[in-house]
């Protein structure tokens, strides 16, 4: 099955591009560690998941290219074209002239239903490409003007012109100390209205991944560039082939939708967050080893103590003891600042994959009591290394990794909102008050429900 | 890819923006080494087939044939625009782009604003509409004026007006020179009160510059030459004052240093508009994010660096002193220090080899030092654009909504007042056709109303001090 990428303003043109790089790169590079046979049907599975073919044998990514403005997707048909590996389809994009001012009103009042028609028009046609349809992934800030306003019409689109596939949005956490002035109230509409189409949100802080590129992987100068290229990394860890949980010997052919029935077993619940380790800076990739037993006891402790990266785990966080969990988040038993799952999806590429033992991932104190831990956790593994690691391990999880910086960022656009500042810039072009207040009004409830897990 | 349109009004006006138009054709020229006729090119000029005298070829392909300015130069005097059209600057505008006059306005803003405007009001809009429908995406219109005269300051907000009702979808960005406590026209207080009530309501965003300020910052750089502090020598081409490299060799008249000042202010303006970067900040994004409500929408502009020393590599320490120097009072284009008063929201604007860790370290670091208003505490707007200015590496552009732009505009009250009270000069004006004394007092509590809407926010910041301790417990919960 193929995934259908819709990447969306600046940020999502400029994270797209890095991805397919690293998907291409990936399979074309390293031998992979595993047998050719294996190294083969892993190599078919990533080109048929996110690209076709054209008679010159280069792959062309299977994308819709989005923005408002022309720079930066020209860009970025340049650079993947110079790459010699991949390319885009060069009538695959839409742009206009304008860009859409960092607000989210233009982008979704205006931009969205004037330009509906032919951005859906790319859409189908790349839908229609594949033989079987796995589903959307869009790739979107949430700060701006046209990732956040544009992306969320466009998500509302999608749900209505394929009612039956599944939607994954890629949302990009802007940087806490302003990117935007506006940020929080982009962000708190945007997520308001993915909420309602969207199947899932998988989200990537900035703070959190500029933190990556500083103290693991020793980058001085971070620009937007590395930034990238570790988010892409981690998405590749995460969607490139992988063999499902009942170990069949043939990669899973419905990734989207193994990913949603692992992580989403309630549509109140949606946040997906998203680690990966290890994560090392490049030259130190031949003189390191890891151990399965070690990188495992990182990722789950990372998972209960809510630690954004391998380095600075809090080990003093330990799940409630067995019997004293209850539903209600009033139950003082529970340890602060432990982290409750709903659900958690391990997927472990490289050597000796098989032999990995999960069961501390099974625990069902790290779980809420909704589903048994044996539903509530999935693992999937492919002996196939990936992107130069010899080991890696990653983690994608429905739990309250998120619930402080979606509280955050609603705090900051309440108090901004208190005082009506900028709320004409949105007023001009459709989006009153009530608008904001019905979003705010989701959010909170989205906040309620992780908060009492 | 979208266009602007420059248009000049007045002595100083045209000046300044002679200057900007010869500093946009040295920032290009570095930049395009092909002549490729490009789009970035194309949000300023217009590339123009001689023979034909319609558009030449279009954009991506075409060679240059001949650049036009996208501009229109009003003056109600022929002596500045007429010096332009000698000038080596005369194959970049047509005659078709230019309103003249002979007899000046007087420094009379009735003049300039009811007289000329009505005069002249078809004119006007036919050359501006000639105008726009050579542009393909026309996003803003930029006006270039001073507020002190009578041309720029009331012909140039007529036109201001004007853009409103005949492009009420086209950004108008304003820069307006302000006249100085002691300005030789003695009418400038009220030329310069009658056009702020313009700008109060027809104008998208106001970057107002001082006189004193660009003419301390042309000192402070012709004194560290002089002195010989520098360890090597300054690159000429790299001076925020000069014109080194552009297409005028001629001796430099004595106000040349100040107008590149604000030449350079309107190209660093657009670049990330104009050329890539890692995080695009274009005008609309700056009228979005540094104009919370709508009539605060003046902001207080600084460049750094103000020269580069020939060693070409610079350590990051010197990096981090761009980002001082920007907050600093010696570095505003007016009169004011922005670090003890309120920031309503900042944008910083970096060009050249800089990343976004650099921007984030700097903002750590600068943040602790500055006041925002309680519903902005973050309130950043920052942008990348990968080509830096000519002679440069990197420089910075900070433009900051602050409210220590409050005592220059009581100043201003105040020196009007001061002619009000005794109504010193009003026949001048009352004579006009459609001039009357409401237009005065209309004017003068629209200044005020403009004064006390800083004041409001003002009290706020004092009340944040004295309630520091309570406002970290109340915020507590949203603080990360």
């Not at chain 1, 990188?295 to 003891?321: C, F, S, T, Y």
Request: aromatic content about 8%; overall charge negative; proline content about 4%.
């Amino acid at each position: 099955m193929s995934i259908v990428t819709v990447q969306l303003g600046q940020c999502g043109n400029q994270i797209g591009h890095e991805v397919f790089c690293c998907l291409c790169s990936d399979i074309c590079g390293s031998h992979g560690l595993c047998s050719k046979k294996e190294n083969q049907s892993y190599q078919d599975a990533c080109k048929e998941r996110f690209f076709w073919e054209e008679q010159s044998g280069v792959p062309v990514a299977r994308a819709v290219l989005v923005d408002m403005e022309p720079k930066v997707i020209s860009q970025t048909l340049s650079m993947a074209a110079r790459s010699g590996c991949w390319k885009y389809n060069n009538q695959s994009h839409f742009c206009q002239k304008q860009g859409s001012g960092n607000n989210w009103a233009n982008g979704y009042s205006v931009h969205g239903p004037r330009h509906k028609e032919s951005i859906m028009d790319l859409v189908q046609r790349e839908a229609e490409r594949c033989d079987r349809l796995g589903g959307f992934f869009t790739i979107m800030s949430m700060a701006g003007g046209t990732g956040s306003g544009l992306g969320a019409f466009v998500t509302q689109c999608l749900r209505d012109a394929f009612p039956a596939s599944f939607i994954l949005n890629h949302v990009i956490w802007p940087y806490g100390t302003g990117e935007v002035i506006v940020q929080n109230y982009n962000s708190v509409l945007t997520l308001s209205h993915l909420y309602r189409s969207s199947d899932a949100l998988l989200v990537h802080e900035n703070d959190v991944i500029h933190k990556i590129c500083a103290q693991l992987m020793n980058i001085k100068q971070i620009s937007f560039r590395d930034v990238n290229q570790v988010i892409a990394h981690q998405l590749g860890s995460v969607f490139q082939p992988v063999h499902p949980a009942e170990g069949g010997s043939n990669y899973s052919r419905n990734p989207l939708g193994d990913l949603m029935e692992a992580l989403v077993p309630h549509p109140e619940f949606k946040m997906l967050g998203l680690r990966n380790i290890p994560q090392i800076p490049e030259n130190s990739l031949p003189y390191s080893t890891f151990s399965w037993p070690g990188l495992i006891k990182h990722l789950r402790q990372m998972l209960i103590a809510n630690a954004q990266m391998e380095e600075g785990i809090d080990w003093q966080v330990r799940p409630p003891p067995p019997g004293s969990s209850t539903p209600s988040s009033h139950s003082t038993k529970k340890p602060l600042h432990f982290n409750t799952s709903i659900a958690n999806l391990v997927i472990l590429r490289g050597k000796d994959v098989h032999s990995v033992d999960l069961g501390s991932f099974q625990d069902p104190s790290l779980y809420t009591s909704w589903l048994k831990p044996q539903d509530a956790f999935n693992a999937w593994r492919t002996p196939r290394a990936f992107n130069k690691y010899e080991k890696s391990a990653s983690l994608v999880s429905n739990s309250q990794f998120l619930l402080k910086p979606l509280d955050s960022v609603v705090g900051k656009a309440w108090n901004m909102f208190a005082s009506k500042a900028y709320i004409h810039q949105y007023t001009k072009f459709g989006i009153e008050e009530e608008d904001f207040l019905d979003s705010f009004t989701t959010l909170e409830q989205v906040i309620s429900s992780y908060t009492t897990l | 890819m979208t266009q602007s349109v420059v248009v000049q009004v007045g002595q100083c006006g045209n000046q300044v923006g002679c200057r900007f138009w010869d500093l946009a054709l040295r920032e290009h020229a570095a930049v395009n080494k092909k002549g490729i006729y490009d789009e970035a090119l194309s949000s300023f000029f217009r590339n123009v087939d001689t023979r034909s005298g319609g558009d030449g070829p279009g954009i991506y392909k075409g060679k240059i044939c001949s650049l036009k300015a996208r501009a229109l130069l009003i003056d109600m005097e022929e002596g500045v625009v007429n010096e332009i059209l000698q000038g080596p600057l005369r194959d970049m505008f047509d005659s078709k782009q230019l309103i003249t006059d002979v007899s000046g306005s007087g420094n009379n803003w009735a003049v300039g604003h009811k007289l000329y405007g009505y005069q002249y009001r078809e004119s006007i809009v036919e050359k501006l509409r000639k105008t726009a429908e050579h542009c393909d995406c026309l996003q803003c219109f930029f006006i270039i004026h001073s507020m002190g005269g009578g041309t720029g300051s009331g012909l140039g907000t007529f036109v201001l007006n004007l853009l409103e009702d005949e492009f009420p979808e086209v950004y108008r960005f304003v820069t307006s020179v302000y006249p100085s406590g002691e300005d030789d026209v003695i009418t400038s207080p009220y030329n310069s009160v009658l056009a702020m009530k313009e700008l109060n309501e027809h104008a998208d965003c106001v970057l107002p510059v001082e006189n004193e300020s660009l003419f301390d910052i042309v000192n402070k750089i012709n004194q560290m030459i002089n002195s010989g502090k520098l360890g090597s020598t300054v690159k000429q081409n790299s001076l925020v004052t000069s014109s080194t490299g552009s297409v005028k060799t001629l001796q430099e008249k004595p106000f040349d240093a100040m107008n590149n000042i604000v030449a350079n202010l309107l190209l660093n303006l657009t670049s990330s508009a104009r050329f890539e970067g890692s995080l695009n900040m274009d005008l609309n994004e700056i009228s979005m994010n540094l104009v919370p409500f709508p009539r605060l929408h003046y902001l207080v502009s600084s460049l750094t660096p103000l020269y580069t020393l020939a060693d070409v590599n610079v350590p990051s320490r010197r990096l981090d002193q761009m980002f001082s120097d920007a907050f600093s009072r010696d570095h505003q284009l007016i009169q004011a220090d922005p670090k003890h008063s309120l920031y309503l929201a900042c944008a910083l604007l970096v060009r050249g080899n800089v990343q976004v860790s650099d921007l984030r370290r700097n903002i750590e670091r600068l943040k602790p030092s500055l006041h925002f208003v309680s519903w902005n505490q973050e309130g950043w707007k920052t942008g990348l654009c990968s080509v830096p200015p000519v002679g440069h590496s990197h420089s910075l552009l900070a433009l900051a909504n602050n409210t220590c732009i409050k005592p220059t505009f009581i100043e201003l009250k105040e020196r009007f007042m001061k002619l009000y009270k005794k109504k010193a000069h009003l026949h001048h004006y009352l004579q006009i056709d459609g001039m009357e004394q409401s237009c005065f007092s209309e004017a003068v509590s629209s200044l005020s109303d403009l004064i006390e809407e800083y004041n409001e926010l003002d009290v706020t910041k004092d009340d944040q001090f004295h309630n520091e301790v309570e406002a970290h417990t109340a915020l507590g919960h949203y603080t990360t």
